[in-house]
């Protein structure tokens, strides 16, 4: 099993590259993040050309979450209780023993805002829907663009960033606050290195040529679904392709046969 999350930062400007990476890898599921369009004009049409299963959860410009699969899920939660903004951030998937939960955390806009308050809890109100709802012996794939750093290697320049609002005490404390609730990080699990990055900025002349770039984008796992993980590779190509967002594809391979309750 594929599974693969990108933020598209805008679906309708994405569809090319989408369309593109899906034919190119072939995931069984691609979680996106940032579709920003509500749903009665969520380009369904096009992305159903591709052959995958469409759901989504979008807003008017802004956030917007959606799930493209190979085969229709068996169940999908929208919503993450008690967010007092209810955005559309949020989406759970459940394919047969395997559930992914697809999250765009919000960004914060500035250290100590209101926005900022919002990320920090948008993360506890996570843990508690995980403490209430599932179970980390349950093979579960957290995705998405978590808008956290969580090493200094997870950023180009962490010297300089630290103190940022995606990279600071508060929110790797947040992050790790739902971590240590039974994920792995993937990506590092396989890639110790530093200098992989799955963001880098418009702003930046020559960003992604110059490597000046976040590891923003995850795939965590549970232990039984980290168990049945093979590899988990990010893809910064597309990044470089016409028109690209600038967040680029990651994803894991799983062992179908493994996926299943650990003891």
Known sequence: MRIATYNA????????????????HQPDVLALQETKVQ???????????????????????????????????????LRLAGD????????????????????YVPQGYEVGSDRFRYKLDWFRLLREHLERSCSP???????????????????????????SVCY???????????????FVDLFRAFHPEPEHYTF??????????????????????TASAAAACTDCRIDPEPRGWDKPSDHTFIWADFDDGKMTHSA
């Open 9 to 24: 930062n805008s679906i309708r400007s994405r569809i090319e590259p989408i369309s593109r990476w899906l034919a190119m």
């Open 39 to 77: 749903d009665s004009e969520f380009p369904i049409a096009e992305l159903a050309a591709t052959g995958y299963k469409v759901c989504m959860r979008g807003q008017l410009r802004n956030n917007g979450v959606a799930i493209l699969s190979r085969r229709e899920p068996d169940s999908v939660l």
């Open 84 to 103: 007092p903004l209810d955005e559309a951030r949020f989406m759970q998937a459940v394919f047969g023993p395997v559930t992914i939960i697809n999250s």
């Open 137 to 163: 012996t349950q093979p579960i794939v957290w995705v998405g663009d978590f808008n956290a750093a969580l090493t200094d290697i997870d950023v180009h320049n962490p010297k300089r960033l630290w103190g």
């Open 168 to 182: 600071c005490q508060p929110v790797k404390d947040a992050l790790l606050n739902v971590m240590e609730w039974g």
């Open 200 to 221: 880098w900025d418009y702003r930046i002349f020559n960003a992604l040529k110059n490597n000046i770039g976040w590891r923003l984008d995850y795939i965590m796992a």
